[in-house]
């Protein structure tokens, strides 16, 4: 199964996809689901393939709780490997206008 991430209404090119292989973004929603249960996983779980996803004020909420996680130390950027596709991501989240998984 692979997994399309793609932004409803960009507002910029980098929030039109989100470029990741199938394993990545599995082990990316994991982490999602660890970290922000009530923002990522807040309607349908995200390891399918199915047009889960957020409306535009979750992915906002969320590309902020990553930031800011990022910045205060809750996420290490230097101990986490995965701290540059969540940076990545919430960049992508912000722009993207609402978030779906196909």
Partial sequence: MSSHITGDYPT????????????????????????????????TPWGTNVGDGLDNAGAELLADAIDRDLRNGRIDADATAQAETLRRFAIFAFHSGGITIR
Avoid at 27 to 43: K, M, N, S, W
């Fill in 12 to 43: 910029a090119t980098i929030g039109e996809v989100f470029p990741v292989d199938d394993p990545t973004w599995q082990l990316l929603a994991a982490t999602l689901r660890d970290l922000y249960p009530g923002i990522a996983y807040a309607r």
